[in-house]
């Protein structure tokens, strides 16, 4: 037992360090920006809880003035279940068998057992805070409103902190499960992210179907979820969220449920997963390539230095399990998601309504391509590739400054993979759209070239960020993308990109040929400007560092 | 060969330089080993030279080429081998061999062929197949002392090379090294390794807080110390300095 604590406080320290925006880009002794990262992870914290008070606030009026109060920490209840298992599954994996440290746990005088406890604790914790944002505003907004402050104290705490047990336990045995498969396969990395986005989809399909299915008329659905329904539903889409949800509205009953099974449910997992932990995240970190007995004229076939620093990065992200997780999940997810959220949303609407119909009353085409590239721009956000590319060189990075190549040469692989990346997700979201709406595809093509041009940029100025901030010393590949607060500045620079090209509808709203043209113009001066920057960076750099 | 004059850095805003007004020749034909104690100076020396790092003050040419003004001519003619064991490890050593050769611009008959030869000296053919992560130490440096020489530099240098390598591979490489010298390279290597120095180099180079203590081939140095190793004179010289500077 003392070695799991000890265990657990180390993982922890690990996890919170490697999270400080302080001591990110700390290379060389030199201080870059620290005081800066930690003013804008305030002020996003800050604009991220005040954004969902004001979301809440608003969900609590309209569900207070239907007479079910209730509904709003029931949903916040729900989504946080949710988040932890469906995103739960990526994170699991990468936490609990792509770390760096299998070899330095299994030469420790600790259990396997004590390991996967001390590893699924840390996991644990961190969805537990990132509950806490999602529930507290509503539970505190509850209690406010309803003047049952101590009843509700007394009920949350207990159910904020056991709701990510029984998800984080099936997460667990799910990876642990996936790794098994995945053993035997030469390619194992893509086997696991095959079967992992299989299980996310899979589940979202069942949501989606379970609930069309439960009601014709999705007013009458939606009505009776209101009314009478929702500890039904909740109960329906996952049981323990029912539970949940009946133990904050006062069920002590239904409190002891959710703690016996969650207590059940994690000492399952680590009584099953835990005896061969050490071993599976061992044999993950071994090469899944065996040798060849003679080599092919391919493995030396001759290529222009482009080319081979394309190649390099694309080989290192599809290589690198947490890159290729944390880094194309988004990508891949986020088009699939959107396809069947909309599909289940329009499945049991009424004839003439359909999304196809729908499409038709839209008054020109330039809406379409300025709203649906301004949605498949989504393909920019959801990349930390290009945002981390230059950190994710690490102790690689002197090496790569010794090799002839120009700065720009190097910048430009990066910005390429980037932008393919992007586009990748961006194109699947004009196919989803076209299957959908069955919009003329020259449309969206055009919409996919405005789309481009803010990839371009967005990505561009990304890379930029990355190189002249770059935060080299991560302790395993999961922190160098996943804890990498550069990705957030990415993210930022999105929001910018998009905001700014908004601009135009609030004066051309009504003249669709100059909105879009607007819209286009901006989007091209953003590229021109993000490739300026980058272009200039990599120039004064002269392939050295300071 | 290569040429530092008065070459000088200074990391951001500190007050000491960590090289200091360093100036070296090393002529073709010539093992050049870099000595000096922990955190002298060898490898932002070695970074310098590489053109992986800007030069505060001075100038460094490498074949006659300013590493400043023309650094992609400087570094076509260098083969590198870091001390680091960070490489790009998700490549196999095939893979890894190619993109070397491709970014050097090694044409496809001689990379295979060199590739061939040195895989089978260094006796890493097996596992060229095999990605570069799932490789020891040792194999490591092989691979990585195998990609600087896929373009068979006319200027060779290496940091720490003999770490991590067993004692067959380590005199491989020194057998290597002196081939390329033979050949008319230039090889410049740091190590802290004083017999190998003793027995590999024609001319050594002792760093101490960034200046050159002494310099010249390793007899120059015995009869100037009345030393009788090169250890022997390591020790000296750099414990005189030490001492120096704490008197200061």
Known sequence: MKNYWILTRLMLKNTLASMNPMAQGEDDGKKKGGKGRALLLIILMLYGVGFMIWFEIQIYNATAAMQNPLLLPGLAILLGMMLTLVLGLFQGLSELYQGKDAPFLAVLPVTSRQAFAARLTSLYVSETAINAMILFPAFILYAIKSGKALPTVLTAIPVWLLLAIIPLSIVALLSALLMRLAFFSRHRETVVMILSFGIAIGYSIFITRFNSRSNEDPNAYFNAFLNNGLVDNFARIFPPAGWAAKAFAGNVGMLLLLLGVSAACAAAVIALVGPSYIEQALSTGESTVTAKSSKSDADMRTGTLFRALHRLEWRRVLRTPAWLFNGLAGVVMYPLMLGIGVISGFSSAPEGSQLPDLMKIIPSPCYIICFGGLLMAMGSMVNPVVSTAVSREGGCWPFALALPVRQQDRFTAKLIVGIEISTLCSTLIAIVAWVLTRVNPLILLCALVFTLMINIAVSAVSLWHDATHPHFRWANETEAIKKNFNQVFGMLYWLAAIALCCIPLFFWLDKPVLLMAAMIAIAAAEMALGLWLLYRTANRMNMMEE | ?248
């Open chain 2, 1 to 248: 060969m290569i040429q530092l004059t008065n070459v000088t850095k200074v990391y951001g805003k500190s007050a000491h330089p960590s090289v200091d007004r360093l100036n070296l020749s090393v002529p073709e034909g010539c093992v050049y080993g870099f000595l000096g104690p922990n955190g002298a100076g060898k490898t932002t020396t070695i970074r310098m030279i590489t053109g992986a790092l800007k030069l505060t003050e001075g100038t460094i040419t490498v074949g006659g080429v300013d590493i400043t003004r023309d650094p992609i001519g400087a570094k076509m003619q260098i083969g590198f081998v870091p001390d680091s064991q960070d490489m790009y490890d998700k490549l196999t050593g095939w893979e890894y061999l190619n993109f070397m050769a491709d970014i050097f611009g090694v044409d496809a008959k001689t990379r295979k062929e060199r590739a061939d030869r040195y895989l089978e000296t260094f006796e890493l053919t097996k596992a060229a197949g095999d990605r570069i992560q799932s490789y020891s130490r040792g194999m490591k440096q092989k691979i990585s002392v195998i990609g600087a020489l896929i373009h068979e530099p006319p200027v060779w240098i290496l940091d720490e090379p003999m770490v991590g390598l067993d004692p067959r591979a380590a005199f491989i490489l020194k057998e290597e090294m002196k081939a390329r010298a033979q050949a008319g390279a230039t090889v410049f290597f740091s190590t802290h390794v004083l017999e190998v120095a003793e027995k590999l180099c024609d001319r050594v180079g002792i760093i101490s807080k960034g200046r050159l203590l002494a310099e010249g081939t390793p007899e120059d140095l015995l009869n100037r110390t009345g030393d009788h190793s090169l250890e022997e004179v390591f020790l000296e010289m750099t414990e005189k300095d030490a001492e120096a500077t704490d008197e200061k």
